[in-house]
T-cell receptor
Framework: EDQVTQSPEALRLQEGESSSLNCSYT??????LFWYRQDPGKGPEFLFT???AGEEKEKERLKATLTKKESFLHITAPKPEDSATYLCAVQENSGYALNFGKGTSLLVTP | GAVVSQHPSWVICKSGTSVKIECRSL??????MFWYRQFPKQSLMLMATSNEGSKATYEQGVEKDKFLINHASLTLSTLTVTSAHPEDSSFYIC????????????FGPGTRLTVL
């Protein structure tokens, strides 16, 4: 059973059309939830770390929120350069490893 | 943010040969580094945890004799794929936490391995 589930698998937006990506997780004890952006053929680029329910973080057009069961990555007025795969990962209290979801592939068209 | 480099960025080798991939933390020290593998259209899967000065810890199903890991210094970990076969072709990515083993992990740019 997957611990981290991301939805949708793929999302196509018009430039300026805001939307949200979802990451639901099931862990016994959450140390942290991480959002990364990955461009094709490259390593993941760190975006945010969230540690506790109710926490929010923002960076430019992106805003990440966290509840006890899920996290959302809100994209406001996206631009074509926001096109990428967005990965969510959780780290449990019991270890160091990151458990990744399968990602959401975002395409923003002009 | 913290910078992690990998070398080479891509490599093509013949079946049966060994390939070494380097992972370096450029502006911080890392006693722990992580090696991931990513197949096309799939997410990252942790292969092993590299520990400076001690043996690596491998995830279930990862052959430690095939994927040799050496963490010789606080800024360098290497992954050697021994006797590579076509099914080992993948995208190998390393990461390092910038502050302690549980800190935010910063990823290298990845190494594309193709085994013919």
């Amino acid at each position: 059973e997957d611990q981290v589930t991301q939805s949708p698998e793929a999302l196509r937006l018009q430039e300026g059309e805001s939307s949200s990506l979802n990451c639901s997780y099931t862990v016994s004890g959450l140390r942290g939830l991480f959002w990364y952006r990955q461009d094709p053929g490259k390593g993941p680029e760190f975006l945010f770390t969230l540690y506790s329910a109710g926490e929010e973080k923002e960076k430019e057009r992106l805003k990440a929120t966290l509840t006890k069961k899920e996290s959302f990555l809100h994209i406001t007025a996206p631009k074509p350069e926001d096109s990428a795969t967005y990965l969510c990962a959780v780290q449990e209290n019991s270890g160091y490893a990151l458990n990744f979801g399968k990602g959401t592939s975002l395409l923003v068209t002009p | 943010g913290a910078v992690v480099s990998q070398h080479p960025s891509w490599v093509i080798c013949k079946s049966g040969t060994s390939v070494k991939i380097e992972c370096r933390s450029l502006d911080f020290q890392a006693t722990t580094m992580f090696w991931y593998r990513q197949f096309p259209k799939q997410s990252l899967m942790l292969m092993a945890t590299s520990n400076e000065g001690s043996k690596a810890t491998y995830e279930q199903g990862v052959e430690k004799d095939k994927f040799l890991i050496n963490h010789a210094s606080l800024t360098l970990s290497t992954l050697t794929v021994t006797s590579a076969h076509p099914e080992d072709s993948s995208f190998y990515i390393c990461s390092a936490p910038s502050s302690g083993a549980t800190g935010t992990q910063y990823f290298g740019p990845g190494t594309r391995l193709t085994v013919l």
